[in-house]
Nanobody, 121 residues
Framework: QVQLVESGGGLVQAGGSLRLSCAAS????????MGWFRQVPGKEREFVAA????????YYTDSVKGRFTISRDDAKNTGYLQMNSLKPEDTAVYYC??????????????WGQGTQVTVSS
């Protein structure tokens, strides 16, 4: 089992930045790829970014390319999502996940509880 806890969400103005963290405990974090997903009410949870096991390759959904950066620090058992140039449409609950490298929800076995990101216009 891997337990994941997200932090770093909040309210920010459009154009601002936030850094989300995902702290892992339990099984060895470095053995898993990590992903970030987001969800708004009434919509499916959608893929945002993924990073493979170190040295991790990365993959982003088109809407965040050039603005978001996913990274990991296996020594700290923590993953990150740096979000710059935020837009109101980035508003969602953001979830981190651990599992196999991929962009589908089924690639991931473990999920955090989510952290709210709200971007005001």
């Amino acid at each position: 089992q891997v337990q994941l806890v997200e932090s770093g969400g909040g309210l920010v103005q459009a154009g601002g930045s936030l850094r989300l963290s995902c702290a892992a405990s339990g099984r060895t974090f470095r053995n898993y790829a990590m992903g970030w997903f987001r969800q708004v009410p009434g919509k499916e949870r959608e893929f945002v970014a993924a990073i493979g096991r170190s040295p991790g390759s990365t993959y982003y959904t088109d809407s965040v390319k050039g603005r978001f950066t996913i990274s990991r620090d296996d020594a700290k058992n923590t993953g990150y999502l740096q979000m710059n140039s935020l837009k109101p449409e980035d508003t969602a609950v953001y979830y981190c996940a651990a599992g196999r490298y991929g962009y589908t929800k089924t690639a991931y076995d473990y999920w955090g509880q989510g952290t709210q990101v709200t971007v005001s216009s």
